[in-house]
């Protein structure tokens, strides 16, 4: 195959120039002075000249006999065709299935079962809205080559690479035909049924603005969201005994000597009073009675005389009331005990006054460890954020612009499906990415009813797998057009003229450098949808 050279923008020539260059009597001229070529030379005719003549007839025969070409060092081809879909997009266009439309009410939660087994959970407060209409969920799914094919979607993956599907949704929301926002605190969460083990694929997002798919967040990051939510709820607990540990040191009642009816060193009196009017007082003995009141007290009241005495009980309160002629005073007072009885109450109350201070010791201990576990768990979620702002420059870093795409994980994979999470409306794809074969060495021939095919798409199915490699556009122009071995393909070819081919096709070792392929060309025999899914052997689609 001869070197491609392409010139892009090439500099227009004047009017003027070009006119310059018309002097065809010069040219004429010139011609009619040219040497006699030496075919038409009498010599020529001679030995030498009979031996080139044999020879160019023979190579040219030789030729005529393979069709295709060696192909050059494919380093030599620098110029990539344009990617150019519209012929495959025009014919499709008609094809295309409506989406499948569901009507929610604002600020309800609603549960969305489809036809295939998926489903779309929506909480009342997912979507941001703008007034109280209904909205309009519109919902799409592609598990059949034919449905991928006819929805025009990208199947490739980098420059290398096509995708094996398991199966894929489209879903956008729309309120008074205005996109709707999904709350990022809130998202959406879809279980999208799989035509194979989910476990075999990855799962992927469809990138608008950069044209690309994105792979979508996977288990890890939901395990470490995991642990910080048990973190943060962890901590919200200690928090809680920690107040808890301060109310009860605070509110431990000190253990004093009034308890204990022992003496405080305030001013005593011996006082006569009735065991009937005071009944808890008969089983002590040897009681007097101590001024109880607290602070500052007139004590000079000793120094007067009383003519009258009486001991009352106020609440749980003695009163000593004093009278004479002149005035009346009291005073708060407490019974203590002397003699062998004081001696036994302040034994009880060392005791007790020890026990107190170790419960304080001890409580006082387990705030500090509160304090303490939560300033490790303080440091972990500190961890953990940091974690996660990593995995966030990450995912921006694969040229992913999709807003909060952190928010969104794949959560579970579970009975032949993939659930996940979302805050943006796009198409999610639960794929696996294919090598593209190499390209043949030999240039290929396409041809139908003898004639050769002047190819502008070519489509590769797989009959194995859902999977389909392109071929003419930009990272893969037909001449990197390859197959891998032992494997049946069914191929699909549009030529420039819009018209559309088929064949099938099986590889082997002993024939994988033959380069022949004859196709039938569509006629309107079959409607095109169902051309398409003859073609690719599909009955009817089945999940």
Aim: charged share 30%; glycine share 2%.
């Amino acid at each position: 195959m001869r070197k491609l050279y392409v010139l892009f923008n090439r500099t227009k020539i004047s009017k003027e120039e070009i006119k310059s260059y018309e002097n065809f009597d010069e040219i004429l001229t010139r011609l009619s002075l040219s040497s006699t070529p030496i075919y038409k030379k009498p010599l020529f005719w001679g030995s030498a000249g009979l031996a080139s003549l044999s020879l160019i007839l023979l190579l040219s025969l030789t030729f005529q006999e393979k069709s295709f070409i060696k192909k050059e060092d494919k380093k030599s081809v620098d110029a990539k065709l344009p990617e150019d879909t519209e012929c495959l997009e025009k014919k499709l266009e008609h094809l295309k299935d409506s989406a499948q439309t569901f009507i929610l009410q604002p600020n309800k939660s609603a549960l969305i079962e489809l036809n295939s087994g998926s489903s779309i959970e929506v909480k009342s407060n997912s979507l941001i809205l703008k007034d109280d209409s209904e909205i309009i969920l519109k919902v799409k799914e592609y598990y059949s080559p034919s449905e991928v094919l006819i929805s025009g979607i990208n199947m490739d993956y980098k420059d290398k690479h096509a995708f094996e599907s398991a199966g894929m949704i489209e879903l956008h929301a729309y309120q008074n035909n205005k996109l709707v926002e999904i709350n990022h605190d809130v998202p959406i969460k879809v279980q999208l049924k799989c035509t194979q083990d989910p476990n075999t694929f990855k799962f992927w997002k469809w990138n608008e603005q950069n044209k690309d798919w994105v792979l979508y967040p996977k288990s890890e990051n939901k395990s470490l969201l995991n642990e910080l939510k048990t973190l943060k709820n962890n901590a919200q607990k200690i928090n809680e005994n920690i107040e808890k540990s301060k109310e009860e040191i605070n509110n431990q009642k000190e253990i004093e000597k009034a308890d204990f009816k022992l003496s405080k060193n305030k001013q005593q009196f011996n006082i006569a009073y009735d065991v009937n009017d005071f009944p808890e007082l008969e089983q002590l003995k040897n009681v007097v009675f101590e001024v109880s009141e607290e602070g500052d007290y007139d004590r000079n009241f000793t120094k007067k005389k009383w003519t009258s005495m009486d001991l009352v009980k106020e609440g749980k309160f003695y009163v000593m009331k004093l009278q004479n002629n002149a005035e009346k005073h009291q005073v708060k007072v407490r019974p203590i005990l002397t003699g062998k009885d004081a001696i036994d109450a302040e034994k009880e109350f060392k005791k007790m006054l020890e026990k107190s201070i170790e419960e304080k010791k001890e409580k006082e201990k387990k705030l500090a460890d509160y304090k303490k576990a939560l300033k490790i768990n303080e440091t972990q979620q500190i961890k953990i954020e940091n974690e996660l702002n990593q995995i966030r420059k990450k995912e921006q870093n694969n040229s992913l612009t999709d807003n909060n795409l952190f928010n969104k994980r794949v959560i579970e994979v579970l009975n032949q499906s993939m659930t996940f999470e979302t805050t943006t409306w796009g198409i999610f794809n639960c794929d696996n990415p294919i090598p593209y074969p190499p390209a043949f060495e030999l240039e290929s021939v396409f041809t139908s009813q003898n004639e050769n095919l002047k190819i502008k798409q070519l489509f590769v199915f797989d009959t194995q797998k859902n999977l389909r490699y392109q071929y003419g556009t930009f990272n893969h122009p037909i001449n990197t057009f390859g197959l891998f071995t032992n494997k049946e393909y069914k191929i699909i070819l549009i030529d420039e003229g819009g018209k559309m081919y088929s064949t099938s096709y099986i590889i082997s070792k002993t024939n994988k450098n033959i380069q022949f392929f004859e196709l039938k060309q569509y006629k309107n025999e079959l409607p095109l949808r169902e051309w398409i899914k003859q073609i690719l052997n599909e009955e009817k689609t089945a999940i």
